[in-house]
Structure formats: structure tokens, C-alpha cells
């Protein structure tokens, strides 16, 4: 049997880490959103493809939350000195794999050198782009319209979101190992992480050619609530909710994907902090369970329980209607 | 006055450190060999303009002999975790140059950003490049046609050199600062700075419009031997010599500059440990000191040596034939 895991940065990670603790090697396919990545000083940076290849590794910054274990700043602290732009902190170590992406990207594909790159650290497991092809998310706040990365890491997601554009995304088509994962007769179920609803998931499911295939699902769709008791646990889906006239709570996050994206999940993971709620979701299958991660016993825990879940829930497939 | 000193690396950068300490700020223009320069992970890698920088700011790395003091190599590590390529050593810090400088690349020149870095790490001297357009050296050898880097740092100058191939050099103009420094009216002297005759210095002089210019040049030119009891203190000069047919000693650097040069010295600093040698040397001016830099003070000397021993030397200036 297969998984298919759709993941955006950190908290998607964190559940993409305890899918691959559990299932054997080469059974999850971890599809990543690439609408963040951007290119800073002529590099391509893939923040959410690296987070998920870091921490599937074993090598993220568990007390940052971010970026690689034992980094050094070298290489800023000069930037500085050079009057160079250091509001997105480039690690010494993380530069290797922007320098060498960009290198090899010039003749490969961006799903090659993953997937490489994943071999190379020890993953057993694929971590494959949503696309091989350039999607990059735009902003529209009361700010103006800005690249992701301005919205998210210069201005710390202060601005008002109004709306997001995703350039490339009617272009871009699904990569290789997305379109496999998706048609693997051997599939038993997708699970959306606990990422930005939005921000992650929208761009990844909205990929040319994956609605189609997602409407004629055979196999169920459970995503794991990113809000808990009210918050996200990291990044601003709480914030944007709000900013979208939607309360910030699991039952709006499963009214969102049963509604607002047309079913896109069947059975939804909520915090049992939010236990109470469950009467409230109307449209999913519901599963409370403790999703806070904190160490990679949480992680496989809580991986083991959506797994479960999903063998209790009916995928729920709905016509097509639309191009393609 | 002015004094216009042509530099490659190491070697050069330590005699144009010794101008910078007994000149008044701004009185020193360095035109820097850009022939070195190349690309690496897409960064734009300007040898010997950093080197020459890093050092009149006081930052070089004394011990190593190049690069950065303090110098951290984490990326390096990352990258061959990544199995990316090594053999060229950025530095974390040195990484910073390339990646500020590349972004800069884009909207200005390299004389510009030059001199912008020189500014902000405390360089009160002219830093130029020779020329803003690019020059490539490529190496011919008995193992093949190679560009400069993989000759100089991939393969450790181990082939043999059979000739040398500036390209780019028709096509490059004389930067506006090696210009203006040529044709200041104040300029008192021009010193060839002890680098690589045919690496470092050929290219420079040969910048097109600038051969010219220094035919009918009113002030002196000294060359500052690069070659110390038959060996060079830094770099494959001697051994280039060899492979060339010429003898590694101060008397073939003279003839060097005299003849194949057309005349492009009219003095020579020569080590005292060739003091003998001096009687051969028929075509410049002679004079003897301690050309060995191992501080400041022995740079801070060596330059006064040099700038006093320019004023008792003529100028030889001789009828430019060809094309300009």
C-alpha cells in the first residue's frame, strides 16, 4: 500500500515525518507545495521542499523550528557587512542546497534534484514538487500585492490578506512523482498535513490536472485540522481565516475543504482540544486525536491514528465540472 | 600625486596593502586582474579583486594565505553532504562577496560594486577591476585547453602551460577607474606589483587602448620582481617560466617586461638575495631590497623603497605600433 501526504512547511513536515517513521520504505510519496519558493540572489530557494527533505532527515532545527540543526550565519553576519539584504536569513549549511538546486536545476528537473538530494540524506521515502514548473504565490494585502516571501518572512505576515494569486499555477503541470502517487492503484489514502489551508494546500490541489483525478477518488481524503483551540500552531492560517470573514476554529477549516473546495477531504483530524466541536462538523468524517508533535513519538502516533481513521472513512467522490 | 599599481593576487595585494599604509587616502588606484574571474554555482567569482580587497581592509586570512581571517566552511561541509562540487573553497563568509556581488552584477558595474564593498569595509584606495567587460583566461596545457580556475585551484597548476588565451580582452575596455588613473596628470608612478607576469600583469596591460596609453606614458613603470632566488613566493610564476623556455630568475622577469613587453618597465625591484643578479639585468633600471612581505611594516617598507627608487627612474616611453 501507498500514501500520498500533501505538505506545506513546518507542520506538514512534522506529520510527513511520522507517516515515513511507519510506513515502510518508498510507501509515502510526500507531495510539496512550491508555490513559496523564490529566488533570492540569483539561488532558487524551496523553503517547503527543504523543511519537509530536512526534517525527514532528521537534520531540521527542532528549537528554531525551522531551517537545519547546528546551522552557522557566517556568511549573513558578512552579507550585513556588505550592505547586502539579510531579512531572509540564509544558513551557512543551507546555502549548499540553494547553490547546488540552482546548479543542477540549469539541466534537471526540480523533482531530479529532490529526489536526489533526499537519497543523498538518508530519506527512504519521496518527497516530490507539486510541479516541476514555476508557480509562485502572490499576496494581495492591504499592503499592496507582494511575492510570498515578502508578505510571509520581510513583513512577518503583519499584512491584511485580501486575496492570493498563484502565478504559473493554470501552466504548471503536475510533476511526475505527483501524477504517480495520485494514479498508484496500490493509493489507500491522501492525507493533507497539518499545513496552511491556503497558503500549502490550495496551490497543491489546484496544480493543472490534479482536480480532475482528486473528483474521482477512490480512496479517502483525510486532512489533519492546522488550527487548534483557536490558533495554528505556527504561521498565520489563524490570522487569514480571520481575514477572510472565517472563524478561526477546525469546524471552519472543515467547512473550507467540504465546501468552499468542493469535498477535497472526506474525514477530518481535529485536536481533542477542539473535542466539543466535533458535533458542529457536518460535512467530514471526524477523528479527535492529540496533534500537537513535539518529538518524533508524537509524530508517529499521530500518523498512525489518521491512518487508522482513513481505513474508516468512504471516500466521497464528486463530478467533475470544469476544464480538462 | 598618484600612483597607479597594476595587482593580480597575493602577491600583489600585499605590495598594493604597503602603497594603501604610506599613501593619503585616495592617492592609490589598484587595477585589479580580472582575468581570474569565473562563475560558480551561477556566482560571479572576482579572485583577485577579493583578495586585494580583503587584504587593504585588513581582513585576509594571513595564516591560509587567501580568502577571509575567521573564515568558516560550512557550506562547503553541506554542499558535499549534497555530493555538490568542492574543489573551488567558499568560504562562508567569502560566499557573502559572491552572492552580493552577483545580485549587484545585474543593475551596475563591477567597477561600481567594487568600489561600493572597498567603501564599506574601511578602504580609503581605489580598488578598479581592469576592465568592466568580462576577460576569461583559459589555460592551453599538455592535459588540454582549460579554463584559469580549473588549471590554477582544480589541478594545482600541475599541467604544463603551453600558451595563454585571454578572452573577452579585444572586446573589454579599460575600466573608468584604470583610465582616469592612467591619464591623471597627477600621477607619479605606475608599479607593477610582484603577481604573475603572464597571468596576472599580461592581461591588464593588455585591456584594449591601454597598451597605447602606457607606450607614451610620462612617469615611470617599476616591476617588482615576482620571482626570489629562482622561485616564486606564491603561485606557478616560476614554474610557468620554465615551461615557457625562460630561466625562473629576477634577470628573465626583467627581460620579460623589456623585451617581450616592448618595454614595459623601466625599473626593477629585485630581492636582495639577488643582489648578484642585478649586474645582468641590462635593459631597466636596478634596485636591490627586501622584497619578502611578511607584515605590514615589511610592506609599508618595500612600498617606500619602491615609490623612491620610481623618482630616479625615466620613463621610457617608445613609438606605440598597431592598431588604436
Not at 511575492?147 to 491584511?160: G, L, S
Not at 473528483?215 to 483557536?230: A, D, E, F, L, Y
Amino acid at each position: 500500500m501507498t500514501i500520498l501526504a500533501l505538505a506545506g512547511g513546518v507542520g506538514g513536515a512534522k506529520l510527513a515525518d511520522g507517516l515515513a517513521a511507519i510506513l515502510q520504505p518508498g510507501e509515502l510519496t510526500v507531495v510539496v507545495n512550491t508555490g513559496d519558493d523564490f529566488e533570492h540572489f540569483g539561488l532558487h530557494v524551496s523553503p517547503d521542499i527543504d523543511t519537509v527533505t530536512y526534517t525527514l532527515a532528521g537534520i531540521n532545527n527542532q528549537e528554531q523550528g525551522w531551517g537545519l540543526a547546528g546551522e552557522t550565519w557566517s556568511c549573513m553576519a558578512a552579507l550585513e557587512r556588505l550592505g547586502g539584504e539579510t531579512w531572509f536569513r540564509l544558513g551557512d549549511h543551507d546555502l549548499a542546497t540553494h547553490l547546488e538546486r540552482t546548479r543542477r536545476l540549469k539541466t534537471e528537473t526540480l523533482s531530479a534534484v529532490t529526489a536526489d538530494f533526499a537519497v543523498r540524506l538518508g530519506i527512504k521515502q519521496h518527497i516530490v514538487p507539486m510541479s516541476d514548473e514555476p508557480v509562485r504565490t502572490m499576496v494581495e494585502t492591504d499592503r499592496g500585492n507582494m511575492p510570498f516571501q515578502d508578505y510571509f518572512v520581510r513583513m512577518a505576515c503583519a499584512p491584511a490578506v485580501k486575496g492570493l494569486t498563484f502565478n504559473g499555477l493554470l501552466q504548471a503541470r503536475p510533476s511526475p512523482g505527483f501524477l504517480g502517487a495520485l494514479n498508484d492503484p496500490a493509493l489507500e489514502a491522501i492525507v493533507i498535513c497539518p499545513s496552511n489551508p491556503f497558503l500549502s494546500v490550495l496551490p497543491i490541489i489546484s496544480v493543472n490536472g490534479v482536480l480532475p483525478i482528486l473528483c474521482k477518488r477512490t480512496v479517502p481524503m483525510i486532512v489533519v485540522s492546522p488550527i487548534v483551540g483557536g490558533k495554528a500552531i505556527k504561521g498565520p492560517a489563524a490570522k487569514i481565516m480571520g481575514e477572510f470573514g472565517m472563524q478561526a476554529s477546525c469546524v471552519a477549516v472543515a467547512g473550507y475543504y467540504a465546501n468552499d473546495l468542493l469535498q477535497m477531504a472526506d474525514g477530518i483530524v481535529i485536536d481533542s482540544e477542539d473535542a466539543a466541536e466535533a458535533i458542529r462538523i457536518k460535512d467530514l468524517d471526524v477523528h479527535v486525536a492529540d496533534t500537537i508533535m513535539r518529538n518524533r513519538d508524537d509524530k508517529a502516533r499521530l500518523a498512525r491514528e489518521v491512518l487508522d481513521f482513513a481505513r474508516h472513512v468512504a471516500p466521497r467522490p464528486i463530478p467533475y465540472i470544469g476544464p480538462l
